[in-house]
């Protein structure tokens, strides 16, 4: 018996895991942007960007693999989705090469730097929107011949796809926040603490409108959730959120500087897994499915290698970075 | 802006564009990361400050550079996807896997070490410091090896099979990744890395010490940059020349393009200095040309027969102007490059290395060199492999992606604007920073000095480059 389907669901987790962590780390930095223009003082946003200078590069880094990894793992998904995603990719690389830059150019100058926080906050804006309607037109459906996008231009572009955007920017909004609430102190802080209730409320609706939203799409996706005994695999994860929730709403209470943060990223957890049990087994829904797109046994097999020993090198010296530059930012002196 | 021009021309034209703006910084940031690295390691052994100096000077424009590089970089990595995803499907199983260990074993180590490399030396102490600026440089490193193992397989693969789907599959991985071209490849682009940071270093250098002879910082970094032209041009001539003889051997067209031979010539090619290739009439007129050095160059000797793009099917020609410009301005640049190699060796021979102005004026203006030899080397194997993508095998036009003019247009149009503008203001931040000499006590980039703090310095009356250091 060949190990080839296995491989492939090996390697749809891993890519899946890549995405995750994509969309957590980055999520955050994101985040961070897209509150900016909530922080008007300069002593504020060169705090808020000390917390993430030292790692954001190594966040985005995630991003790379996951599109690396899709294209090296499963090729025709690759091949089928970038021109699908076409414009929504475009506008996110826009949007990351605009707030990249500002990391470093905006210390580099006093007279443009108000230009480089706009650019920080509006790329981060497009590149989060961008993701968001991404994921909303993957989950709608891509329309395949052969092996090849066979839809139009502006398939993209539903009010699905708009909402599972502005989702997206809600949810690194409030990662965002909580990432202040657990590296800032003071004012700072108490601002963060005020925006992640507001941001939190509207989390937890966003999730419910793509929730309800999504078994509408298709009819594989309602009887994914609703239909028994698949019930006893999907009825845990809204329960779950309820709870997570509750315990995240008691955090922010109660003043708790590093729970919000661990928290939302379990909300962000939930929904992906959400997500996935919604797909699966496809990786273009409804038409492609990991087995359909998956590369030949031995290029899997000799990325595996790669992956296992590296990966858990990577997340330790990723983890010693975040060691290094922990604990609260001071406002006056960056990381000292 | 684009109209007429159907989607492969534009899909070609945006490829071009947008790794042509990315090579720029890995060129650069490749050689800067190993001389941060060799300045840290001079620190630590010797102890004098004008190499903390020097290392902490260099580092806040490493940072600007790398940032671009990084954010141009992940452009790239979905290029392939939007506008080449017939490509991407075929070449997939086989190049993928070398993209993926690029990604693993380079860009996370880059960006891992990143942070502390920038800002964390009072954070870890020396040592590790040191460290982390060492596992940035060897990132740098290994994502050339990955990165141009991939392009080589493209120009010479082997090691492959076609599978039922039409795709590429591996056979054998080490004779995929060690294609025949992949050794020369590397060797000439890491020397092209190391000599554009050469020429760029001494080139601020020379700047300074055009204004002051005695400055201790540019007197180091001229030095140390001067030896490493004089030492790299030479071998990078060597290698190119071991390059060029290995492109003969597996792809003579494109040989043949850049000598702007298009009649074969059995009895010793002539070497044609300069001319005006013309692909439609099949000639180059005008041509300057040495008779039979290009037997002896190519062939070392000076009658062998040399076959000429009369021997190609039409359909299989590359580009004749662009390929044969291209060279010849690499080519010249790095004679130039040797030049000043050599005028450098003579000047501290004796004794007026940091006093001849006609050397400064030379190194100042050699700065950019590097990065346009770069460039139109890069132009000489990418134009001179066409019409392909994977050599002899798969046609560009095969590759495309299914999409319309207007939406690759839309997205060309958005490239150029957003590059142009980056481009403009990380230039001009770069040359701000190299526009002062390093001094006493240069800090790296901590976003903690006072006078670069906010609400310090009053924004709208500080001048033009006051919050530079």
Do not use: C
């Amino acid at each position: 018996m060949s190990i080839a389907p296995h491989l492939s669901v090996i390697w749809a987790f891993i890519i899946a895991f890549a995405v995750f962590v994509y969309v957590v780390m980055d999520g955050f930095d994101l985040g961070l942007g897209i509150l900016f223009p909530l922080f008007p003082k300069k002593a504020d946003r060169n705090v808020m960007m000390n917390s993430v200078a030292p790692v954001w590069d190594g966040n985005e880094t995630w991003l790379v693999l996951g599109g690396g990894g899709l294209f090296a793992a499963f090729p025709l998904a690759y091949a089928v989705l970038m021109p699908a995603l076409y414009t929504p990719i475009i506008a996110m690389l826009v949007g990351l090469i605009f707030r990249g830059v500002a990391f470093e150019f905006r210390w580099r100058t006093t007279r443009e730097r108000n230009l480089w926080d706009i650019a920080f906050f509006g790329g981060s804006l497009l590149a989060a929107m961008a993701q968001g309607v991404a994921l909303g037109a993957i989950l709608q459906g891509i329309h395949v011949e052969g092996r090849h996008y066979a839809g139009g231009w502006w398939d993209w572009l539903t009010p699905f796809s708009i909402l599972t955007g502005v989702a997206v920017v809600i949810g690194y909004s409030l990662l965002g926040a909580t990432w202040l609430v657990m590296k800032t102190e003071g004012e700072l802080r108490d601002e963060a603490y005020r925006l992640s209730w507001w941001l939190l409320f509207a989390m937890i609706a966003a999730i419910g409108a793509v929730s309800l939203a999504t078994p509408f799409l298709h009819i594989q996706y309602t009887h994914r959730w609703f239909s028994w005994p698949g019930m006893i695999l999907t009825a845990p994860v809204p329960i779950a959120v309820a709870a997570v929730t509750l315990l995240l709403l008691r955090s922010l209470a109660n003043k708790q500087d590093y729970r919000p943060f661990f928290l939302t990223l379990a909300l962000f957890g939930l929904s992906y897994a959400g997500l996935g049990i919604s797909m699966w087994p496809y990786i273009v829904p409804q038409s492609i499915d990991i087995w359909q797109a998956a590369a030949p046994e031995n290029s899997q097999i000799l990325m595996l290698v790669g992956v296992a020993i590296m990966v858990p090198l990577i997340l330790g010296y990723t983890g010693w970075s975040y060691w290094v530059f922990r604990g609260k930012v001071k406002p006056e002196s960056g990381y000292h | 802006m684009f109209d007429g021009l159907d989607a492969v021309v534009l899909a070609r034209a945006q490829f071009a564009f947008t790794v042509s703006f990315h090579i720029i910084f890995p060129a650069f940031s490749i050689g800067l990361a190993s001389y941060l690295a060799v300045l840290e390691a001079l620190w630590l052994w010797t102890g004098r400050e004008v190499f903390i100096n020097l290392f902490n000077y260099w580092l806040k424009i490493f940072a600007v550079a790398f940032g671009m590089g990084v954010v141009s970089g992940v452009v790239m990595s979905y290029q392939f996807g939007t506008n080449w995803s017939v490509f991407s499907d075929k070449i997939g199983p086989a190049l993928g896997p070398l993209l993926a260990y690029e990604v693993l074993t380079a860009f996370f180590l880059e960006a891992g070490f990143l942070g502390v490399m920038l800002f964390g030396l009072e954070r870890v102490g020396h040592r590790l410091h040191f460290i982390a600026t060492l596992m940035v440089a060897v990132g740098t490193l290994v994502s050339a090896f990955w990165i141009l193992s991939a392009n080589s397989w493209m120009q010479t693969p082997t090691g492959y099979a076609v599978n039922a789907n039409g795709q590429f599959i591996a056979v054998d991985w080490l004779k995929l990744i060690f294609n025949p071209s992949f050794p020369y490849r590397l060797v000439h682009m890491v020397l092209a890395a190391y000599m554009t940071t050469a020429l760029v270093v001494g080139s601020v250098g020379a700047w300074h010490l055009l204004r002051d002879q005695h400055l201790p910082g540019p007197r180091v970094m001229f030095s140390m940059a001067m030896w490493m032209a004089a030492l790299v041009a030479p071998i990078q001539i060597l290698a190119g020349d071991q390059h060029g003889l290995n492109t003969l051997e597996h792809q003579p067209a494109k040989v043949m393009a850049m000598e702007g031979h298009f009649q074969s010539h059995p009895h010793g090619a002539p070497l044609i200095l300069f001319g005006l290739p013309d692909q439609k009439s099949a000639t180059v007129k005008y041509a300057i040309e040495v008779p039979k050095l290009s037997s002896l160059i190519l062939k070392h000797s000076q009658d062998a027969p040399l076959a000429g793009l009369d021997t190609v099917p039409r359909e299989n020609w590359p580009p004749v102007p662009i390929v044969f410009w291209s060279f010849r301005i690499m080519v010249g640049l790095g004679f130039l490059m040797m030049g000043l190699g050599l005028l450098s060796l003579w000047m501290r021979w004796r004794g007026a290395l940091y006093q001849s102005r006609l050397l400064h004026r030379f190194a100042l203006a050699m700065g950019p060199a590097g990065f346009i030899a770069v460039l139109a080397g890069w132009v000489t194997t990418e134009v001179g492999r066409q019409p392909f993508t994977v050599y002899g095998l798969l046609r560009t036009v095969d590759s495309v992606s299914p999409l319309a003019a207007p939406a690759v247009a839309s997205s060309l149009i958005a490239f150029i604007i957003v590059y142009f503008t980056i481009f403009a203001a990380g230039v001009v931040y770069i040359l701000r920073l190299m526009a002062a000499p390093p001094h006493h006590g240069e800090q790296g980039p901590q976003r903690d000095v006072p006078t670069r703090a906010a609400g310090i310095t009053p924004a709208a009356g500080a001048p033009v480059g006051g919050a530079a250091e």
